[in-house]
């Protein structure tokens, strides 16, 4: 799986999801907040954990990220809702290795300024 930050102003941040021929982009209103909510719950799955999430809210809904670790093996999955009328839609899934995909949004993070000093 690989995850890559396109934009990232205080107001929105963008990120690229792919694995394998799959690719769906999420984004974050409030960067601080995003992030602090997707590292926050990257934090209760590294440090063993079996599941965490956060939400991620928007003008016109809402992203639901969703971590369930099994071992070594932590599955993402992310959902889409523009209210109660319409549910949840699917939006993104796939799996990979705990610490190469924390340190991987680890990395983004940094690499754009966004985590904390």
């Known amino acids: 799986m ?8 205080p107001q929105q941040l963008v990120i690229r999801l792919r694995e394998g021929t799959v690719e769906t982009t999420i984004t974050g209103w409030h960067t601080s907040r995003a992030v602090t909510a ?4 990257l934090e209760v799955v590294s440090a063993g954990e079996g599941y965490a999430e956060c ?8 992203y ?38 924390v340190g991987r949004v680890r990395d983004e993070m940094t690499a754009h300024d966004l985590l904390p000093k």
Do not use: K
């Open 64 to 101: 639901w990220w969703m971590f369930n670790r099994e071992g070594q093996r932590l599955e993402v999955v992310v959902l889409w809702s523009r209210g109660a009328v319409t549910g949840w839609q699917h939006v993104f899934r796939a799996a990979d290795e705990v610490d190469y995909l």
């Open 55 to 62: 939400f991620w809210p928007e003008p016109t809904g809402q």
């Open 38 to 41: 997707l590292m926050s719950a």
């Open 2 to 9: 690989n995850v890559e930050i396109e934009s990232a102003t």
